[in-house]
């Protein structure tokens, strides 16, 4: 998925209402902004040497970087 792919699936479940979650609504919202800040953390960008990289952590030229996978993995 693209890095705005998974800004969007963040926000997607962030707007769930109606339903009854085990932790508090404020809870909720700021995990989903943590979450959301470190994917924005992570930016990709173009290195015309190495390829894709990461803004967070410069691991590449294998964008996505780890900390990524992670986050993809657990949201599938």
């Known amino acids: 998925m693209t890095h705005d792919e998974l ?8 707007k769930f209402e109606g339903v009854t979650w ?12 943590a979450l959301r800040a470190v994917v924005e953390y992570h ?20 964008y996505p970087c780890g900390t990524i996978r992670a986050i993809e993995k657990e949201l599938q």
């Open 22 to 33: 085990s932790v508090d609504g404020d809870s909720l919202i700021k995990q989903s902004q």
């Open 7 to 14: 800004l969007a699936k963040i926000d997607i479940g962030a």
């Open 43 to 62: 930016t990709p960008y173009e290195s015309k040497n190495y390829g894709l990289l990461c803004r967070g952590c410069d691991e590449g030229p294998n």
